[in-house]
């Protein structure tokens, strides 16, 4: 059996508070993650949705299908850029924290992605841009530390 998931992340300013939506689909079950963030960006929010997606696991070696409209995050992974940012340290780029985290929280699983068109009418997508609108919204937000630090 698979593992399905649906993320979106959303950030209005961007930078400006911003939020991440996840819908995990596994069998009959279905969970759905979010937080909001007082101060971040909409890559970060967009590859933090598949991070916490993916923390999310009870298990490890798992089939795990990701949909996401986030180019960024898709093409990073599918095109190889994240393992060539590691060999160099990511030495330029934005987002180590978060890639790093990413990386160590995919190794268990066999990931794959597939990228899908935003607000084109998919109700998981959809649900996952409710789930990240609402809580980059909704009080109390949390601090990204990683951007608020200044590693971004």
Known sequence: ????????????????????????????????????????????????????????????????LIYSDSKYVVDSVTKGWIWNWMKTGFKGKKNEDLWRRYITAAKPHNVKFQWVKGHAGNPENERCDQLAVIASQTPPLLIDDGYEAGND
């Open 1 to 64: 059996m698979q593992v399905v998931m649906f993320t979106d992340g959303a950030a209005k300013g961007n930078p400006g508070p911003g939020g991440y939506g996840t819908v995990l689909l596994f069998g009959p079950y279905r969970k759905e993650l979010s937080e909001g963030y007082r101060l971040t960006t909409n890559n970060r929010m967009e590859l933090l949705a598949v991070i916490k997606g993916l923390e999310a696991m009870k298990k490890d070696g798992l089939n795990i």
